[in-house]
């Protein structure tokens, strides 16, 4: 089970942290991953974090803004997204690959949460 939390309405410049609990499975050996669709719009990558957390990557539209990590202990991803902007609102999904390794395509993901939602006002 994939459940997505941290959603909500923030105005531009602020900050909100996403959190993605997994249950089941062996967390510490999977890369997780974020995703997000806007309106109207198709679902695109975000970030996307190595099985350790060690490693991590960003799509560039958020790089430098937003922070992926992972708490292999408490089987959690957290998206920390900071100066957010109108452009960032969307249904953010977190998303499990069950390997090791960082992928950036949605089609290397096995599991996904339900989303949860992210308004950013001007």
């Known amino acids: 089970q994939v459940v997505e939390s941290g959603g909500g309405l923030v105005q531009a410049g602020g900050s909100l942290r996403l959190s993605c609990v997994v249950s089941?499975?062996?967390?510490?050996?999977?890369?997780m991953g974020w995703f997000r669709q806007a309106p109207g719009k198709e679902r695109e990558f975000v970030a996307t974090?190595?099985?350790?957390?060690?490693?991590?990557f960003y799509a560039d539209s958020v790089k430098g803004r937003f922070s992926i990590s992972k708490d292999n202990a408490e089987n959690t991803v957290y998206l920390q997204m900071n100066s957010l902007q109108p452009e960032d609102t969307a249904d953010y999904y977190c998303?499990?690959?069950?390997?090791?390794?960082?992928?950036?395509?949605?089609?290397?993901?096995?599991?996904w949460g339900q989303g949860t939602q992210v308004t950013v006002s001007s």
């Open positions: 998303a499990v690959e069950l390997a090791p390794t960082v992928s950036w395509s949605e089609d290397e993901y096995d599991y």
């Open positions: 974090v190595n099985w350790s957390g060690e490693s991590a």
């Open positions: 089941g499975g062996t967390f510490s050996n999977y890369a």
